[in-house]
């Protein structure tokens, strides 16, 4: 695949401290300057990051705004991911904010993922993955991530449940399995 020269990667790759701080001001001008008014925004919620982690090639992290709940992804090197016409750096100097751009495929710990690209100056590109898009209903910051753990623990244990439920072996009963290793039975 093509390695597309115009990913623009955020300048202190090494510095998750300056990654965070840059992430909530530039989230914050955001909300003061293009989406202020936004009846979508729910005033109550902060911007807010968490769960800050170094996966893969990737920088990967939780974002909390007014407008949504996602995981942002930011390359540590220039991804095998060719960028959409109209999105390089330098294509995006000025162009309006996009929550969800346009659906990217790659891989994160040997599986497929999808996001929505993203670019921000003084970001570069990353890759947003929603989570939540519908912020209205939570009173702070605090029930919007409870919610989410939630979702993680009811996920975690249906797949615990399926990994000690396996069809075909209820299909077969003791008696069936053992009946050969009686006397008597034919």
């Known amino acids: 695949m093509l390695i597309e020269p115009s990913w623009q990667l955020f300048q202190e790759l090494d510095d998750?401290?300056?990654?965070?701080e840059r992430v909530i001001?530039?989230?914050?001008?955001?909300?003061?300057?293009?989406?202020?008014?936004d009846p979508m925004l729910n005033p109550k919620l902060p911007i807010e990051v968490r769960a800050l982690r170094r996966i893969d090639d990737w920088r990967a992290l939780l974002l909390l705004t007014p407008w949504m709940l996602a995981r942002l992804f930011f390359p540590l090197r220039v991804p095998a991911i060719e960028l959409p016409t109209?999105?390089?750096?330098a294509e995006q100097q000025g162009a309006a904010y996009q929550v969800l751009g346009p659906r990217?495929?790659?891989?994160?710990?040997?599986?497929?993922?999808?996001a929505h690209l993203g670019y921000l100056q003084g970001l570069g590109h990353y890759l947003l993955q929603p989570i939540c898009l519908n912020l209205e209903p939570y009173p702070d910051a605090d029930a919007v991530f409870a919610a989410w753990?939630?979702?993680i623990r009811v996920r975690d244990e249906h797949m615990e449940a399926a990994r000690r439920d396996c069809p075909l072996q209820r299909?077969?009963?003791r008696r069936e399995l053992f009946k050969r290793l009686r006397p008597g039975d034919d």
């Not at 109209?86 to 750096?89: H, K, T, V």
């Open 16 to 20: 998750d401290r300056a990654l965070v």
């Open 25 to 37: 001001a530039l989230h914050a001008a955001l909300r003061n300057e293009i989406l202020a008014g």
């Open 86 to 89: 109209g999105w390089s750096a």
């Open 104 to 114: 990217m495929c790659f891989d994160l710990l040997g599986q497929p993922q999808q």
């Open 149 to 151: 753990a939630d979702v």
């Open 171 to 173: 299909e077969i009963s």
